[in-house]
């Protein structure tokens, strides 16, 4: 009788023993099958492919029509969500995109720093909105900067939609929150409507408008 007891036993034991061996193999295969599907996802800059070839276009256009640099422009995408590279510098000679930076939007009603509207950039022109304006600003003076490597340049507004970017301060500027790589599915710290880029980007950019003057900068929301 004991035999058949302790028989028993053993068998439950060996039997426990397996169940949990195959939980965990169960386990650690789901957790392969996740990370599998996470690899399989699409790449971050196919997230939102978007032809931008008519703004460079028209940029080109209204750059030879108002005199302004016809070697390179700057175009920023808010529509795209902040935590990719939407500030492309486009190279109007070679006809093609040279530079792509990470670059912040205005917080509107959230709290500043935060990232909240991360993949919906709040758009408005109006004083004490913290938010982004969209529309073509001409890039002039480069100035002091509380901010990152202390440089900063002033945007001009040409439309309707950002004709108070002067009168707001609203200025191109490098901000020490800012990273240089890609951050998806996080997003990239808000401010109260600068374009703020990372210091690594401030530097790259401010290279390129100390040898190019009167460079356009067109904010969009695709």
Known sequence: MKKVIFVINFVLVLSCKNSKK?????SVFKAEKTIENVSNEKPR??????????????????????????DTFFLIDLGVHSGLKRFFVYD??????????MVSHGCGDNSWGATMSKDNAPISNEFDSHCSSVGK??????????????????????????SHARSRAIVLHSW????????????????????AVS????????????????VLMWIIKS
């Open 92 to 101: 109007f000679k070679e006809n093609k995109v040279s530079k792509a930076y």
């Open 45 to 70: 800059n196919e997230i939102k492919n978007i032809d931008y070839s008519t703004y460079y276009k028209e940029a080109q256009q209204y750059c030879k029509r108002n005199n302004l640099n016809q």
């Open 137 to 162: 600003f001409i890039i002039l003076d480069r100035g002091v900067s509380q901010w990152g490597i202390k440089v900063n340049y002033v945007l001009q507004g040409k439309d309707k939609t950002n």
């Open 176 to 195: 020490d929150a800012i990273s240089s790589q890609e951050v998806y599915p996080q997003g990239t710290p808000e401010g109260w409507g600068c374009p």
């Open 199 to 214: 210091n690594e980007s401030m530097r790259e950019i401010d290279k390129l408008l100390k040898e190019n003057k009167k």
């Open 22 to 26: 195959e939980l965990s193999e169960a």
